[in-house]
C-alpha cells in the first residue's frame, strides 16, 4: 500500500528556515526516515512538497486512485484553505495531520485548522518525529 505525505509551503526549507522554531532537519532526512520506517511497516511512501495550494490538491486528487492513506502537514494552509479540507474530503481513506510545533502553543491564528474537521488524528509539537509517529499510526489504520 502507498501512503502520500504531503506537505505545504515554506516546508521546502525545513532544516533552514528558522530553526530555532523547526529543528535543523531537513525535509529529504524527513523523506528518508519515513521511506526507511515505511519499509518496516510494509508502507510504499511517496513524501511530497509544494508551495502551491493547487498542486497540493491535484495530489490529493491523485491519491484517490494511488493512495491508502495521506498523510499531510499543511503548514500554513492549515489555517486558511476551505479547498484542501473539500479535496480532502473527497478522499475515502484515513487522513492525518502533522505539525512539527505545537501550533496551539503559537499564535491564535494557527490554533484553528480546517483540515482538522476531516483529520483521524493530529500530531503537533512532536518535532519532526510526528511524521513518523503518525506514519506507524497510518499502518493501523490501513491494515485489512
Ligand atoms: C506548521 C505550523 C503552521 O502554523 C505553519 O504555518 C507552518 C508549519 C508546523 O509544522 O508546525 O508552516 O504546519
Known sequence: ???????????????????????DITLENVAADCKKLGVELGLHVD??????????????????ESAAGIIINPAAF???SVAI??????FEGPVLEVHITN???RESFRHHSYV?????GVMAGFGVEGYQLALRRMATLVAD
Request: hydrophobic residues 35%; aromatic residues 6%.
Open 85 to 90: 479540507l473539500d479535496a480532502l474530503n473527497t
Open 116 to 120: 482538522s474537521l476531516r483529520a483521524e
Open 78 to 80: 492549515t489555517h486558511t
Open 47 to 64: 513524501l511530497m512538497q509544494s508551495n502551491h495550494e493547487g498542486q497540493l490538491i491535484d495530489w490529493i486528487h491523485e491519491a484517490r
Open 1 to 23: 500500500k502507498t501512503i502520500y505525505i504531503l506537505n505545504g509551503p515554506n516546508l521546502n526549507l525545513l532544516g533552514k528556515r528558522e530553526p530555532e522554531i523547526y529543528g
Open 103 to 105: 501550533v496551539h502553543k
